[in-house]
């Protein structure tokens, strides 16, 4: 057996606890994190309070203890892909990123450009539309690309293409132009039919290879493109990118594993693989002039995520800089890389999904794995968490080319500055391609030159803002952090993005410091009201750090925590921690409006340890004894995170669900679980749906499941992960205006519980 496998200690008592959390900021400290600040009400009593725990229990060993926990869950990787996670070098110089470069005709002040993917809030109204847009150019962004979204061709038009009037098209452009960016649109052409190709018949995951359209298609599809930047330059917009990745079809023009063709646009030599894109820059150059700014998105390297190994075929970075000469030659005005797959194409943009299992670095959504030091010719950059994973491709492209190369995935300044100033400053890339940091805090880039990196919403990773369902099963595209996302201007949020001042000012009592409660604690402050948050326990942040021990560093819980504390700072929220608020507390305070934000309770334990069996809740894994055979009852999206977490400490895992097995994961993103859950298979873990345990043995378990008969397994531990049961009996009988946000209304996830902290608070 191996004993607290986990960065927490999860001592028992307010003092050592808040001792503990202490000694974890120190770790942090050491680590190059920066601790979370104290609220400016309660700034002196935390500082009294935490020096009055570390002196009772934070002992120089076990500060030592704790430390070395800290650094053994940044070490829980296993052989394959090993990761450095101490790259985050506090030197804030920034001054490579905030330099000027030329794309085109246009002059930019600095390297962080929004990209087009994602952005398909112009199927909302126009006000979303325009305040989207035009909210990343106010908080500092000058280039920003919106995706494909209008009927540009006239021989091959978008199956997603939205019917929007001219005027309003009209209006996102001069939005963002006055409010001092640039706005460039993304031509696609993917998912389209052709004489040997069709698409709707078409198995899962196939595209158009170049030899599906005869010579007369390929000219139209060329027509349809340079006609349709002659489009978008008429109303207004300021440059065009060519989509030649992916499924697209310009990319299959560019492989040697869908291009057959015998004729001028065979792969018979690089000039003609170039050579159905490069018509399309030189023909828009000719219609448009040739000071309109094309840029061109490509695959910069390839791999065979389906066949994994098998990569004959794939386009190697060497091929891909003829290519990019031969595009340059043709009059591109920037180059756009990023990666290559053939499956998953999510993982062209959001490679960070290959890192999403904790201690399985590498997972596909195959449940087979990466080996970065061989697959991808060995060329990425891939042992810092994903973070500039495909530095070292752009800057062999960069190497060929005179003109700028951009990259894309988890390209993130504010979350490394010296690595990504030196990235530049080195001559790697010319410009990132961002989205999900710029989605998650518009004014990423302002408070970036400011310096005030701590007042940066964070991107945690989690892919919700992605094609995402929620747990209706309907699709959206949330951020787990900005609430806003796609439910401004619609029934949550009529009033837009951002929060509309309080009417009145009231005095709004918050009970709970988890995300829910400190998300409505923000909101509500913002807003102009008079808000004390109130948390029993003598920390903040509720169950994300636990999160974050059990999830390892990749979803950046930590920096999630700490941003919420310091809104509370930032916002004047009065916060009192160590304190349990009772009915008489609220009677005594008498606050105009309560937000109960107090999280889910545990269901009781219906199982009792037998011999060598323990049963223990999740609660408890980091302190208790776990065995080496592991059975999770319960199948949300904690429970995988336990399993995950497990096995990466070398457990034996089977998992016991209430549920069928398409609820397997539910909370988790679709994205993460396309990775996370093949892996689990893969390593061995046996989920028996819609089950039980009938019977703890000594040593065994007794499953009753769909197999219509008793089965007896091996296990030492026993984790009871059940879903959390709402827990809002404080509210009871209670005569003042009041919600329940959060777990303690509706237990789901992270990001539920942010937002319906802010949806409350906006109400208030």
């Not at 934070?58 to 996670?85: C, F, G, H, I």
């Not at 028996?688 to 030492?716: L, M």
Request: glycine letters at 8%.
């Amino acid at each position: 057996m191996e004993k607290k496998i986990s960065r927490r200690d999860f001592l028992k008592g307010g003092a050592a606890l808040a001792a503990t959390t202490a000694i974890l900021d120190l770790a942090a400290c050491a680590n190059g994190e920066t601790p979370p600040p104290a609220t400016t009400a309660a700034a002196e009593t935390k500082a009294a309070e935490t020096e009055a725990a570390v002196t009772e229990a934070a002992t120089e060993a076990a500060k030592e203890e704790a430390s070395k926990a800290v650094e053994t869950v940044k070490a829980v990787v296993s052989e394959l892909n090993p990761q450095d996670y101490d790259f985050r070098s506090t030197d804030s110089d920034l001054s490579a990123v905030f330099s000027p470069w030329k794309f085109g005709g246009l002059n930019l002040t600095h390297r962080m450009v929004k990209s087009a993917a994602g952005s398909d809030t112009q199927r909302g109204s126009v006000e979303e539309a325009v305040e989207y847009y035009s909210a990343f150019a106010k908080g500092g962004v000058e280039m920003v690309w919106v995706e494909d979204f209008l009927a540009f061709g006239e021989n091959f038009p978008s199956g997603r293409a939205a019917k929007i009037e001219d005027t309003h098209v009209k209006e996102v452009i001069e939005g963002v132009h006055a409010a001092g960016g640039y706005i460039g649109y993304q031509l696609s052409c993917m998912g389209r039919s052709f004489s040997g190709f069709d698409a709707a018949t078409a198995p899962q995951y196939a595209s158009a290879f170049a030899e599906h359209l005869t010579l007369d298609e390929v000219k139209k599809v060329q027509e349809d493109f340079i006609k349709g930047a002659k489009k978008m330059q008429d109303l207004g917009f300021d440059a065009v990118e060519i989509n030649a990745a992916g499924n697209n079809i310009g990319q299959a023009f560019f492989s040697r594993q869908r291009n057959h063709r015998d004729d001028e646009y065979g792969p018979q030599s690089f000039e003609n693989r170039a050579r159905f894109v490069g018509e399309i820059i030189s023909g828009i150059k000719e219609l448009c002039g040739k000071d309109f700014p094309v840029q061109v998105l490509l695959n910069g390297i390839e791999e065979n995520d389906i066949n994994i190994g098998e990569s004959d075929l794939s386009t190697t970075v060497e091929e891909n800089c003829k290519i990019c000469k031969a595009l340059e030659d043709f009059g591109a005005d920037a180059l756009h890389v990023r990666l290559g797959v053939f499956r998953m194409h999510v993982c062209q943009f959001a490679s960070d999904l290959y890192f999403t299992g904790n201690g399985i670095i590498g997972t596909t959504a195959n449940g087979t794995r990466f080996d970065f030091s061989r697959h991808f010719e060995g060329k990425l950059l891939a042992n810092h968490d994903a973070y500039g994973m495909m530095l070292n491709v752009a800057k062999e492209i960069k190497q060929a080319v005179s003109i700028p190369v951009g990259t894309v995935t988890c390209m993130n300044p504010a979350y490394a500055p010296k690595f990504f100033n030196d990235a530049i400053a080195d001559g790697m890339c010319d410009f990132f391609i961002m989205n999900r940091p710029l989605t998650v805090d518009t004014e990423y880039v302002n408070k970036l030159r400011e310096k005030r990196l701590d007042e940066i919403a964070p991107c945690t990773r989690c892919m919700h803002c992605h094609f995402d369902y929620d747990e209706e099963g309907k699709m959206y595209e949330h951020c787990r952090v900005n609430a806003a996302t796609q439910r401004a201007w619609h029934e949550d949020m009529p009033e837009g993005a951002i929060p509309a001042p309080a009417a009145e000012k009231k005095k709004v009592m918050v009970i709970g410091g988890g995300p829910a409660g400190l998300e409505a604690a923000r909101i509500a402050a913002e807003r102009g009201h008079d808000v004390t948050l109130y948390e029993k326990n003598g920390f903040l942040g509720g169950l994300l750090t636990f999160a974050e021990a059990i999830k390892g560093p990749h979803e950046n819980l930590g920096d999630l925590r700490n941003y919420l504390i310091r809104q509370q700072e930032l916002k004047g929220v009065n916060v009192k921690t160590g304190t349990e608020v009772s009915a008489d507390l609220i009677k005594s305070e008498a606050p105009d409006y309560v937000v109960l934000a107090t999280g889910g309770k545990r269901p009781e334990l219906e199982l009792s340890s037998k011999g060598a069996t323990s049963v223990i809740s999740i609660d408890d894994i980091a302190s208790a004894d776990i065995g080496d055979n592991v059975t999770i009852i319960g199948g949300n999206a904690q429970a995988v995170d336990a399993a995950q977490y497990l096995i990466a400490h070398g457990k034996h895992v089977t998992m016991v669900s209430p549920e069928g097995k398409e609820r397997l994961d539910k909370g988790q993103s679709q994205w993460v679980k396309q990775f996370t859950i093949p892996m689990l298979y893969a390593n061995g873990m046996r989920l028996w749906p819609n089950a039980s345990i009938k019977e703890v043995q000594d040593g065994r378990i007794v499953i009753d499941g769909e197999t219509g008969c008793d089965v007896v397994i091996d296990c030492n531990t026993v984790i009871d992960a059940r879903d959390m049961l709402p827990n809002t009996s404080l509210l009871d009988g209670l005569d003042i205006p009041s919600i329940a946000v959060g777990d303690c209304n509706k237990p789901f996830n992270i990001a539920e519980a942010i937002a319906a902290g802010n949806i409350a608070a906006r109400k208030i």
